[in-house]
């Protein structure tokens, strides 16, 4: 298999000398040069990282899109499988490397941050459920374990950036219509009075949804006000606040109903009433501020709330309550000096966070709360120190190396006794290293390679999830640990293409994977495997043949297969991982028309992948293309601008959602059929274009 890995390389090497050879003039400097990304925890040009990092800007995020969810944006990143956009009862599904694969509802193993706070807890869920793409601004993604920088299920970082407060006063609304009873309204404002600045941002979305039982209302709410200190740095102070009171579960279907009726939902999920309700409240503070022309200060610190109630299609046990209270500090400090002589930069830091999820367990009579079968406080603290280190021993060489030590301690308070006393303590001490090398040549172009071991410990909702019933954590629950080795190549040559290629080898230990009984369908239980082993390439191309024109393209080839896994007396070595196709193409060409006009079709093929870890059940390849315009008419008081889309164009008939190992081969969810959605924004003088 090593073999493989070195041809994709020598593959992409070929590609790009090639391209070198016919350019007699390489680019010194370009967009990818002066385009510094903080998502390794220390800032530098992107294109001299020593890792795989690819970013949305805002042209990115907004010029006329529907905002129903975060996925059509996230699917333009390279290397990052977005699947289950439409069931908002299970939230996005969201894998890089297969890194996250394994979740069936929210996001795990790869770590969230949103405008320098963690939307990842320390047990490694995550949700973007509280996120309006109508207010992102940017988006950066690290691929491949980062446990070396951000401890705990880093399998990969999303970064994401949202609006900030403006200079000038400004004001702004929206509203939007679409198919299958899709309706949207926006509105925010914002400010400067001197050092203080503030934005305030509101949105109201519904859809009645494609698939039977399928309906979503939310209210979202943000804020933000910062505070310049003088020409030393800023304080800024953070709010956000999500009301959900519902999202409908339709569930999956097998294969033979999904034929039947694609659009129908599972009669349990209807008999039971599947879905769930959720508030979320989140305050944090970030300060950024300059001790002196060669120190740097970062801190941050939050509370969070999260108040979640589910539905499941069974009775026993059916019915979920969860409150979770999330809080964490952290800091980091920032050196640029020399060292031998030669530039050295430096980061030390901590972050320290605590968890605490209070669980109960209800029968599900029908839709109908019943007895109390189930109640368990889930508690999770973390702490962790980490360095950074890069050094520059050539003018054209840079080592980076990383190390971080995290304590986990898991514990479980059993409040439910009438069966006796489960309550029990788990702790896991980690050292996690990483190491990198990035070398610049021909002007405008860069090579790199790393190395970097990642762990990733289960989730408190895994741990609760006993096969034999019982309260307490599944004792036979181990951690996930990952070594990973990378290179690559980057750059932009004179005609104005930019490039990136990686290609990545990774050895599992204990992969976590999910799997159902016939008694509780609908909820997931997990076990270990052996070992497993990936390996792929990810290349990604962006260009502007002309002054009107921009288009990007994107190719994930994925290689995963169980080394040794054996389950219910079935053995699965030499299987493929299910839940991730081996090809995975994304694209975009934009056509700028007129002064203030936009055209923009976005595309992405998924080839066929597994449904089950037997490898005998397949999702269908699929090719998914999507059309949006805009248009702004500037008037004397403001702007006024339309836009529209239409989804799916091509009207394909595909699965968006693969529930792996689903009892009874529930395993697929039906895409909706071609749709389309318009909506109009006013902007007053002095606000931002796209204010929705």
Known sequence: MLRSFLYLLLAQVFFVMAGTAQSDTLLTTGLDSAVVVSTTRLPAPKIRTPYSIHQLEVADWQNGRQHLSLAPALSQLPGLLVLNPNNFA??????????GARSAFGIRGIQIWVDGLPETTPDGQGQVDNLDGGLIQQANLLSGPASGIYGNAAGGVIQLQTEAPPENAMAAAGASVGSYGFQRYTAKGGAQNGPYSWLVYGSHSRREGYRAH????NTLLNGRLRRQIKKKGQIELLLNYLNSPVAQDPGGLSLEAFEDNRRQAWERNLLFDAG???????????????????????????????????????EGGGAVDLFRQFGGIGGRVRHRGNLFGLPHRQVWGVDAQSQRDQRQRLDNLLGELGDLVFDQDEIFRSLGFYTIQEWEPLSNVWLTAALRYDANVMIAEDAFRSDGDDSGKRQYHTLSPSAGISYAYAGG???????????ETPTLSELSANPDGAQGFNEN??????YNYEAGLKGQFASGLQYQLSAFYIQLRQERLPYELSDSPGRLFYRNAGASRRQGLESWLQWSPGPNWKG????????????????????????????????????????????????????????????????????????????????????????LRAFGGINN????????????NAFGGRYFEAAPRRNFYMGLQVALNGAKENPN
């Open 276 to 314: 769930e309700a959720v508030k979320q409240g989140r305050a944090g503070l970030t300060l950024d501020y300059t001790l002196s022309n060669d120190w740097q200060l970062e801190a941050y610190g939050f509370v969070l709330f999260r108040d979640f109630s589910n539905r499941l299609p069974f």
């Open 649 to 660: 164009l091509l009207d394909t008939r595909y699965i968006s959602n693969v529930r792996l």
């Open 552 to 639: 990007r393209l994107s190719y994930t080839y994925s290689d995963f297969v169980y080394e040794d896994y054996e389950a219910e007396g079935e053995v699965f070595d030499g299987n493929m991982l299910p839940g991730i196709p081996s090809h995975l193409w994304s694209g975009m060409l934009q056509w700028s028309y007129l002064p203030e006009g936009l055209l923009i079709l976005e595309g992405r093929y998924l080839s066929e992948l597994f449904a089950n870890d037997a490898n005998t059940a397949t999702a269908d390849a699929f090719l998914e293309l999507n059309l949006r315009a805009t248009y702004a008419w500037r008037l004397g008081w403001g702007q």
């Open 445 to 455: 172009h860069h090579g790199y390679a790393n190395y970097s071991y990642s762990f």
């Open 214 to 217: 399928s309906r979503v209302e």
């Open 477 to 482: 629950l181990q951690p996930q640990q990952a």
């Open 90 to 99: 299970q939230d996005l599904r969201l894998s890089v490397r297969g890194f």
